[in-house]
Every structure is written in structure tokens, then in C-alpha cells.
């Protein structure tokens, strides 16, 4: 993967009015004005966003006479599904020994005396000697 393409991703989505944004598109294509409406801030302020997001190939920006639709290319958020999908395998496998050593751990509680204590312990401790 191209990790110049992949910062400009993660640095796009890093910014939650680009993922309100984003959110917004993904129900369909929508015009620069109305992707600024909900937001307290200027036009040229969510243009700014919008270009940080066209550059990371996140959205695609038109002209159709006076509109300038603005709508979701999903292929990048791909890019990202794709690189968290490599890391997958190791957050599966340290969960598998979590869990092996989590039963291990049961099992060596189910085994112990109903006094509490382990074998090893009592073995380990020195005996006293009554004196009287």
C-alpha cells in the first residue's frame, strides 16, 4: 500500500467535520452549500475541509452549471479496511493466547483445595513445630 496515500487518509479522517462530512455523503451525492449548512463555520472553511478530503481521494468534487456536487468515493475507505485487515491477524492471535492463558488460569483455580491454597504453596512453606 502506499503509505503517502494512507497519511493522507488517516490525517483526512483524524478531523471529526471530515467524518460528519463523509457521513453525510454516504447517503448520496450532495451540493457544497448543503454539505456546509450544519456546520458553524464559513464556506470557505468547509471548502478548505473538502479539499483536504478530495486530495486524499476520500470524495470527488463536480461542477453541473451553478452546483458543485460533491460525492463519497468509497474505494479509499477500502485502502483503510484493507491495511486494518493486515493488522487483523495479530490482534486475533494475541486474543487467542489471552484466551488460552485466561482458561489456563481457570482451570488452575478450579483444581485448587477448598482451603484456597495451591499445592506449590503449601510445598513451598516451611512446617512448624509444636513445642510444648
Known sequence: MDADRLDAIFGALADPT???ILARLASGEVTVNDLAAP???SQPAVSKHLKVLERA???????????????????ALKTVAD???????F??????RLNEYLRTVKEREEQRPATGKTPDTDARKPRRRRTN
Do not use: K, N
Open 91 to 96: 490482534w486475533t492471535e494475541s486474543f487467542d
Open 18 to 20: 471530515r467524518r460528519a
Open 57 to 75: 481521494g476520500l470524495i470527488a468534487r463536480g461542477r453541473d452549471a451553478q452546483r458543485r456536487p460533491c460525492r463519497l468515493h468509497p474505494e
Open 39 to 41: 456546520f458553524a463555520m
Open 83 to 89: 491495511w486494518v485487515a493486515y493488522y487483523e491477524q
